[in-house]
């Protein structure tokens, strides 16, 4: 099945520092959906995108849908070691199906 | 409290022998979608439900079977016919006319 482009894969950082990764698509989208998977967890949603351009934000995450419609970007601030785990981008397809399509997710390593 | 409930959370099986999982909501979503997650991958699609009494095959549908019977649970048969199926199962669900996806706990099948 398709994924979305998601970048970096994997990322250390220190704690307090922030964060940034994206998602890109070769086609356009009219959503972006952002999620955080905990080890072990299911994925929950963070941050929903419905127009382009948009900027929003959810205490320290904040989250743009690309001008192109073919991009997603995801900000976190001040990172703590509870922000470790996995982050993916999604897009739910409207063409017939109603299907997601996940992007490849970015594995997030907080150092204390 | 309304939400996706995955059981159980961990579940091991014999090789050759059927497995059921269950997922039930009680978000009155009509959607509702099984994946399949491996260590350090994405999400792929097994089987999705858009109403009751119809699914479809996603992308990875071999060895598998589902039942959409009720509204509030879509539950998934690893079968013998599976040939890896060692793995993370995720469920979710969305809401008719909705774009989010909400998933389940999640439940770690081990097949020894």
């Known amino acids: 099945g398709q994924q979305l482009n998601q970048s970096p894969q994997s990322m250390f950082i220190q704690e307090g520092e922030d964060v940034s990764m994206n998602c890109t698509s070769s086609?356009?989208?009219?959503?972006w959906l952002w999620y955080k998977q905990d080890p072990g967890e299911g994925p929950v949603l963070l941050i929903a995108?419905?127009?382009?351009?948009e900027l929003t934000s959810n205490g320290r995450l904040t989250a743009q849908f690309g001008i192109t419609r073919k991009d997603s970007f995801l900000n976190i601030s001040a990172s703590i070691p509870s922000d470790v785990g996995i982050y993916f981008c999604a897009h739910l397809t409207t063409s017939g199906t109603y299907k997601y399509i996940f992007g490849t997710g970015t594995r997030l390593k907080v150092l204390a | 409290d309304g939400g996706i409930t995955q059981s159980p959370k961990y579940l091991f099986r014999k090789e050759g022998q059927n497995v059921t999982l269950s997922c039930e909501q009680n978000l009155n979503h009509d959607a509702m979608y099984w994946y399949r997650q491996d260590p350090g991958q994405g999400l792929r699609l097994i089987y999705y439900s858009q109403i009751v009494n119809d699914f479809q095959k996603g992308d990875i549908a071999e060895g598998y079977s589902v039942s959409r019977e009720k509204k509030e649970s879509f539950p998934l048969t690893v079968t013998s016919a599976q040939k890896n199926p060692t793995a993370f199962y995720l469920c979710?669900?969305?809401?008719?006319?909705?774009?989010?996806?909400?998933f389940g706990q999640g439940t770690r099948l081990t097949v020894v």
């Open positions: 979710a669900s969305r809401g008719y006319m909705n774009t989010e996806a909400f």
């Open positions: 995108l419905y127009k382009a351009g």
């Open positions: 086609s356009i989208f009219n959503t």
